[in-house]
């Protein structure tokens, strides 16, 4: 799909920006009376190398490690990454012809998706050795958990609370930008309650409230995305951690030679608008 096809345009008062929707009904009155979306901006904290090849498409942060799942056939992996150096401590392959996707921690175990293949992986979090697979019938884009859900991603502006053992889908949430759904929804991290997810190909990141789907909060990371693009239009945000102890967000993006500790800053007079 092309950029053009879900871009739709929004004004940020006092701030004019591109900003994301898709072509839906109006909003609903409950919609049009929630609180305004807050837009925020990152001040990078700390830069970190990142390893240009990898094709970063799941992040997470335990236990003094990042964590991270990468895609394209033949080039798909689950890894611990060294933060300081960005150097892969260890590693395990996918099956060369899958593609994967989103990854998350569960108990002691991570769990990684695959995009079209329609498998769920299971590893051990300390040898990362396979741990067994799991038939799942959506595709796998984004992946995280809420401590009694895993809650999934697979493109569209619907998001999957699943058993994390069965993989049953426990209810759906559909995310709304002032009342109108929101797709391409893709990297997902659960930050102090709320579900953070990138959307795909646009350097925005979304705080969405996990129990209306309402997003609440909208980051504007087109500036780091621009400086790490270079020539590959693949080079795209997606990889977000959080470390809940030390109250850290990173990120980083497909093919970047960067990963970044960010805090974000509230625009002065910024307001979501849909026009």
Known sequence: MKLAAFLAPFALLAAPVACLAQHAAPPAAAEAEAPPVVVVDPIVVATYPHDSEAFTQGLLWHDGALYESTGREGQSQVRRVTLDTGAVEASSALPAEQFGEGMTLWGDTLVSLTWLDKVV???????????????????????TGDGTHLIASDGSSTLRFLDPETLEVARELEVTLNGRAVDQLNELEYVDGLIVANVWHTGFLLFIDPASGAVRQLADLRPLVEANLGDDPDAVLNGVAWDAEGGRLFVTGKLWPRLYEIQLEEREGAEVVAR
Do not use: K
Request: charged share 15%; net charge negative; no cysteine.
């Open 121 to 143: 992986h299971r590893w051990d979090l300390a040898t990362l050795a396979p741990l067994g697979t799991q038939d799942f019938p959506f595709e796998g884009w984004g992946l």
